[in-house]
């Protein structure tokens, strides 16, 4: 809640984010946490987790529109739909709802959706928007972002292979793809579908188009749902889908042949920022079960409850300090991504994306340890956290891909660093012979009363 705010970022948020902040908390608290459980209930067995809609969803819906939360996602002066918000107040709600699994769909600010719509608000013609923008916003119809493939490391883009000609007025599609997160979901309408253009540019930045594909369209068929750990995550799941001769009107090109990576790259940005924010309120979660249980005057080992062991205490003063420190690397990301926008933000927002996760599984992991046999079982939320966030260290790029970036970014300094030590040293040389004295060697050269 804004009283909660971090002081480093407190003046950067208006009153009218404040004031939505105490809403978003209150409704995340006392109306989405407690609803979970109810979602994983109706979502039923079987077949039935991919075939029907838990109506606690639409409820929830309702009451997150009447409190006047809706789509906070979409910055502020970017696009003329968005409520209203920086990244980083935005970034601020998000962390809310990251402790709940329903809240971010209640206030239509799930991925991939997020991510979907950012890419129509940005990229999109009118008639795209009119047509699958307006429901998304709308919390109509939900989408998927395909892009990763089973036959190739599609960590790097360039190896996408799902190919795209062109027939007359139309673009035909063949190939496979997987991970297709929310395709399980009924309400699922629209894929954004990467792959390369049948005889297109030869530059491999401008070989990927991205284009849209109804999910009813001839061709398609969902193969299988793939599982996270075990867990099925339904009604969004995940989909291992093939495209046989599946045509779509050209007008579903995004933006024009070859400007995939554009597309990918303008997508990516803020969502890094809200899956970090998410994970943030997540391992906020993950402590407060942590306190729960060391607190459990029912159960204590060797004559004391867990709060009284120095370990304990120790995990749960490193939780603290590690998820507060880490809230701050990812909000500067969100500070740095609304003055510059995220092209200049990519270093901070990939130390935030790369950090955060990494944090995360270690609170959450403390807390799974002090429940013992309970918290790797369905008694808490902790084992289904757990493996929701392992998955971010894989998803929008894995943690060595960003690592790499990174490291490539801060060895470009090398040169300026080496010549600035080099004539640190030789300024030290100077200064020793102004001075009269030599380098002293530790552990040589002792002498007393002349005996050595
Ligand atoms: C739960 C979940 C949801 C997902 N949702 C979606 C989605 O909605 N849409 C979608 O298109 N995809 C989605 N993905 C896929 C995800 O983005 C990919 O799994 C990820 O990009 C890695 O690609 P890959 O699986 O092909 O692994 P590969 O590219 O084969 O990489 C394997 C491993 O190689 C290593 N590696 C890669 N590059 C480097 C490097 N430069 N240096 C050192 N090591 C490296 C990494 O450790 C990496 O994990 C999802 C994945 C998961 C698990």
Redesign the pocket.
């Known amino acids: 809640m804004s009283s909660k705010i971090p002081i480093a970022v407190r003046d950067r948020v208006s009153e009218r984010a404040k004031k939505t902040l105490d809403v978003v908390a209150k409704f995340v608290e006392e109306e989405c946490i407690p609803a979970d459980p109810v979602l994983e209930a109706q979502v039923g067995k079987g077949d039935a987790r991919w075939e029907g809609h838990p109506s606690i969803v639409d409820d929830l819906k309702k009451k997150a529109q009447s409190l006047g939360l809706w789509n906070m996602f979409l910055p502020k002066g970017h696009y003329k739909e968005s409520p209203g918000f920086t990244n980083l107040e935005y970034g601020l709600m998000a962390e809310w709802l990251g402790k709940s699994r329903v809240a971010s769909e209640a206030v239509n600010c799930s991925a991939?959706d997020t991510g979907n719509m950012e890419v129509l608000a940005k990229y999109g013609n009118d008639a795209q928007k009119e047509k699958w923008l307006k429901p998304l916003m709308a919390g109509e119809i939900r989408s998927?972002?395909?892009?990763?493939e089973p036959q190739?490391?599609?960590?790097?883009a360039r190896n996408i292979e799902m190919s795209i000609r062109k027939e007359g007025d139309e673009y035909v599609l063949n190939g496979q793809?997987w991970?297709?997160?929310?395709a399980g979901d009924p309400r699922c309408a629209i894929y954004i579908v990467m792959g390369k253009l049948d005889g297109g540019n030869t530059d491999p930045y401008r070989q990927q188009s991205v284009i849209l594909v109804p999910a009813n369209a001839k061709g398609i068929t969902i193969n299988r749902m793939l599982s996270?750990y075990g867990y099925d995550d339904a009604p969004h799941g995940?989909g291992h889908i093939t495209f046989k001769n599946v045509r779509v009107p050209a007008g579903n090109m995004v933006l024009g042949e070859g400007r995939g990576f554009e597309i990918i790259q303008g997508r990516l940005g803020p969502g890094r920022i809200h899956h970090a924010m998410r994970s943030i309120g997540a391992s906020e979660r993950a402590l407060e079960w942590m306190l729960m249980r060391i607190n459990d005057p029912r159960k204590k080992t060797f004559g004391k409850q867990l709060k009284e062991h120095g370990v304990i205490l120790e995990w749960v003063a490193r939780s603290r300090l590690e998820i507060d420190a880490a809230r701050l690397v990812v909000l500067n990301a969100a500070i740095k991504m609304d003055e510059q926008g995220p092209k200049a933000a990519l270093t901070e927002i990939a130390e935030a994306k790369v950090l955060v996760p990494q944090m995360a599984l270690t609170v959450i992991d403390r807390a799974v340890q002090a429940f013992g046999g309970a918290g790797v079982s369905q008694d808490t939320p902790l084992a289904n956290m757990w493996a929701q966030i392992r998955?971010l260290r894989?998803?929008?790029?894995?943690?060595?891909?960003h690592l790499?970036q990174m490291g490539r970014n801060e060895n470009k300094k090398s040169k300026a660093v080496v010549e600035k030590i080099l004539a640190q040293k030789e300024k030290t040389e100077q200064l020793m012979k102004k001075y009269g004295v030599e380098k002293n060697e530790p552990g040589t050269n002792i002498s007393r009363n002349g005996k050595n």
């Open positions: 991939p998927a972002f395909l892009m990763t190739v490391a599609s960590s790097d793809k991970w297709s997160s929310g996270v995940h998955t894989l998803a929008d790029g894995p943690d060595e891909v790499n």
